[in-house]
């Protein structure tokens, strides 16, 4: 009785069972005969129950005649997505994008106090060129090519054997070492238009690293001439190839260059269009600096003077902002739009300007990613040839940083008349700094300290020299 009760119960809740599929037997059977079937019915009947139970709760061996549970399996082993444990490739662009827009509103906001506490502070006059009759700034960079000038004729008499190989380098470090003297002379006693200044200072530094490229490289190339060695010398001595290097963005002289086989039309479009959004980039450069950085600076100067630390510190965190955004600006449009552009039409192949230096974690590596043509012209013509006279890494690394040094204080210095020392002391810095990094070589906190390096770094350099600019030309 019990029995058959549990049967019905099972049918009922499963109706996938079905009792009578056996054999229909005789209904006429001895008893014995029946006690059999009956036995065989219930074990039947209970090997089906428990084949039901394991495709509604799970089994090891699962049946495949049996139908799938109609309740899925909710549960699973996995982590919360903002968990350590979570993959990798979940996305989270959602929060870049709520990044992005504080990062708008709360500068918008900052932008209209501004405005509200200051008004509109550019001046289109300063931007103006005003030195139209007599455009210092034009000739002094059209000198230049008096030195290279200069430097073709030296080679071109190397060539020939008409003068000793002592002799053109020491006629070629004395027109090298006029470059630098000479402008830097002129754009001191002369003063052209501020951005002239120092684009005229940039400008002399780059030909002075051709200039020196040209001459060791072609110092060499002779010498491997005369010892029977196949290569292009002297047929690269050539005004075609030496202005084509001039013009080119690389500061390591070759006799070749990865060339593109033309210039792409399309590209080049997309480029110029490029351009006009760089001058729209150079334009909010000069806004920023008028707008914000100038007052900033200038309302600094009490707490400098008094040595109020707090306030200090207020206006260094303040500047840090738009100063970071002029700096990474000028970046975007100088090294990705600018050397891009040039690099077409020069049908120059070799675009890596730059590398990842904003995942920095060293100082070192920072120098050495985000500034590859001078960090190529530092390795070839000053760290190697160092390592080979016998110096130590420390030793060419330091030789490195202090020829940087001086060329940004002579950049940043000279143009305004002021050579104090701040930029030579910042680049000097950073070794020491470099030393100190490496201990978080490959680490988040590498990287955020050098973040931290760079944003606060530069504003208060910037904070120093505006300081002594200022006592030099009104305190006195």
Not at 65 to 86: C, D, F, G, M, W
Not at 192 to 220: C, E, Q, W
Not at 427 to 435: A, E, R
């Amino acid at each position: 009785m019990g029995s058959s009760v549990a049967e019905s119960n099972v049918v009922e809740n499963h109706p996938e069972i079905d009792l009578d599929d056996a054999p229909s037997q005789s209904k006429e059977t001895n008893p014995t005969e029946n006690m059999t079937d009956e036995s065989h019915k219930r074990s039947g009947l209970t090997q089906r129950v428990k084949n039901t139970a394991e495709a509604a709760f799970g089994s090891a061996q699962p049946t495949n005649h049996l139908k799938k549970s109609a309740i899925p399996n909710v549960y699973q082993t996995r982590a919360s997505l903002l968990s350590s444990e979570s993959p990798s490739t979940q996305s989270y662009r959602g929060f870049i994008n709520l990044g992005i827009i504080l990062l708008v509103l709360s500068n918008l906001r900052l932008v209209i106090i501004n405005i509200l506490k200051y008004g509109i502070l550019l001046d289109i006059e300063k931007i103006k060129i005003k030195e139209w009759y007599r455009w210092p700034g034009v000739i002094i960079f059209l000198m230049l090519n008096i030195f290279i000038l200069v430097g073709f004729v030296l080679e071109k008499l190397a060539k020939g054997n008409r003068i000793a190989d002592k002799q053109v380098i020491l006629l070629q470090s004395i027109n090298i070492g006029a470059l630098v003297l000479i402008p830097s002379v002129l754009v001191w006693q002369v003063q052209p238009n501020p951005d002239g200044r120092i684009l005229v200072m940039m400008f002399m530094t780059v030909y002075m690293m051709k200039l020196s490229s040209y001459a060791h490289v072609n110092y060499h190339l002779r010498q491997e001439y005369r010892a029977g060695r196949r290569n292009n010398y002297p047929s690269n001595i050539t005004l075609k190839d030496i202005y084509y290097f001039m013009v080119v963005p690389a500061t390591v002289y070759q006799q070749d260059y990865p060339r593109t086989q033309r210039i792409r039309k399309g590209w080049l479009a997309r480029r110029i269009a490029e351009m006009v959004r760089k001058i729209f980039f150079l334009f909010l450069i000069v806004v920023i600096v008028e707008q914000y950085i100038t007052p900033l600076v200038r309302n600094s100067l009490a707490p400098l003077n008094n040595a109020n630390l707090l306030q200090i510190s207020e206006r260094l965190l303040k500047l840090s902002i738009p100063n970071l955004f002029v700096w990474l600006l000028g970046f975007y449009v100088f090294f990705h739009l600018g050397l891009n552009i040039l690099a077409e039409f020069c049908t120059f192949a070799d675009r890596e300007f730059y590398k990842d230096w904003w995942n920095s974690t060293t100082i070192g590596y920072f120098w050495r990613n985000w500034n590859m043509p001078v960090h190529n012209w530092m390795m070839t013509h000053v760290y190697i040839p160092c390592i080979k006279r016998g110096y130590s890494k420390i030793q060419s690394g330091f030789i490195c940083f202090l020829l940087s040094a001086i060329f940004h204080e002579l950049i940043i210095g000279v143009p305004f008349q002021m050579l104090k020392g701040w930029a030579f002391a910042g680049m000097m810095v950073q070794i020491p700094g470099g030393l100190l990094s490496e201990r978080l070589r490959g680490k988040q906190w590498g990287n955020v300290a050098f973040w931290f390096s760079i944003v606060l770094g530069q504003p208060f350099c910037v904070l120093m020299m505006y300081r002594d600019w200022y006592h030099r030309n009104y305190e006195q």
